[in-house]
């Protein structure tokens, strides 16, 4: 069980690692509104940038991460009614539904920011009096978010493993027991005595 546990903990922690330093690339390499050349009368022209392929990136691996660690736990509703304490329950619960929620935005942060970023391709329309760009810390923020909701996530696995664990320990008889070999049952007729000469002649013959 421990191995298991430390195996998708591993697993989960590189690829929330791998989230946010993809997200933060991201935030390095959008493109910023000094980049964007105006060409009159209406058109914006934008530079290529690896935004888009770096918040697709983080976007899938925090997305992996998340489906490993639920599918490692299990289903939480189905664990209400076994024999887990009231308070590691709802401890569990908290940590399940906070990394969702994190997991959701940032999910749409990345998604969305990558996709705004290169909507544009070279040359788009003049919005307004200005050209639109991808406002900063949307990458960013994402890439915390990730972190986030994989430290949750990993909080919620090991809450429901060391109760799984103290569960089975608490189900196994001590390990003393298994090779003590049981006696017969005593008998209901009372003790015969012999006299101590019989031993003697049988010993001495």
Known sequence: ME??????????????????????AAEGTRIKGS???????DTCTYP????????????????????????????????RNSQYSNSNWTLSLVYFVVSWFTFVI??????????????????SMY???YCYVVKPGVFAGGAVLSLSSITLGILYYLTL??????????ATPYPNQGGIA????PSSQPPVFVPEDTYTRRQFP
């Not at 298991?4 to 791998?18: D, I, M, Q």
């Not at 980049?35 to 009368?41: E, K, S």
């Not at 691996?61 to 664990?79: D, E, F, T």
């Not at 493993?161 to 608490?170: D, I, L, P, V, Y």
């Open 161 to 170: 493993s060391s109760a799984e664990n103290r569960m089975q320990w608490g």
């Open 48 to 79: 290529r940038s690896p935004a888009l392929g770096l918040g697709l990136g983080a976007a899938v691996a925090l997305m992996i991460a998340q489906v490993i660690i639920n599918v490692a736990a299990g289903c939480i509703c189905c664990k």
């Open 3 to 24: 191995r298991k546990v430390l195996r998708v903990c591993v697993a989960v922690g590189f690829l929330g690692v791998l989230a946010a330093a993809l997200g933060f």
């Open 127 to 129: 919005f307004g009096n």
């Open 182 to 185: 049981m006696g017969p049952p």
């Open 106 to 123: 940032a999910f749409l942060l990345l998604l969305t920011g990558a996709a705004l970023n290169d909507q544009h391709g070279e040359e």
């Open 35 to 41: 980049q964007v050349h105006y060409t009159p009368p």
